[in-house]
Every structure is written in structure tokens, then in C-alpha cells.
């Protein structure tokens, strides 16, 4: 019964886990348990579906390889500047 209370660490980590699909069913369940109980827990769970959820809903668009090379030359070139 011990090995499903797990502390507010690791409650954190397995949430911030699950937030990537990559929390494993025990985890899972033990997460639940913990929310059950704790309202810190609760709302840091809460508050992390809310940041997934927006930033899915964002629409946002990353740099392709090539934009991205582009600016880490041009940075590489500032800091040789300096």
C-alpha cells in the first residue's frame, strides 16, 4: 500500500510525464491517488492540462531546419563579436 503514496515530487514529475503521453499506467494510477487527496497536487495537474490544452489550441508554427541554421549562424556571428 506504501509504494502507491508517492510524495509532491514525484507527483509533479509523473504529471508533467503524462502531459507527454509518457507516463506509464502505474504511474498513472498513483498520480490519481495523489490528486485525490492533495489540493496542491490537484492544482498544479489542473494548471498543467490547462497550458496543454492552450498550447494545442495555439496554432503555432516553429522555424524549419533551414530558418533555424540560418539564426544559429547569425548568432554564432554576434557572439564573435563580442
Known amino acids: 500500500m506504501k509504494k502507491l503514496f ?3 515530487e514525484q507527483a509533479k514529475h509523473i504529471c508533467d510525464k503524462r502531459q507527454y503521453d509518457e507516463a506509464t499506467f502505474p504511474e498513472r494510477v498513483k498520480l490519481s491517488i495523489r490528486i485525490a487527496w492533495c489540493r496542491l ?3 498544479y495537474s489542473k494548471k498543467n492540462n ?3 490544452s492552450t498550447i494545442k489550441q ?3 508554427s516553429c522555424l524549419n531546419q533551414t530558418e533555424r541554421e540560418k539564426l544559429q549562424h547569425q548568432f ?3 557572439l564573435r563579436k563580442l
Do not use: F, G, P, Y
Open 6 to 8: 508517492i510524495s509532491h
Open 41 to 43: 497536487t490537484k492544482a
Open 50 to 52: 490547462e497550458l496543454t
Open 58 to 60: 495555439a496554432d503555432m
Open 76 to 78: 554564432e556571428k554576434e
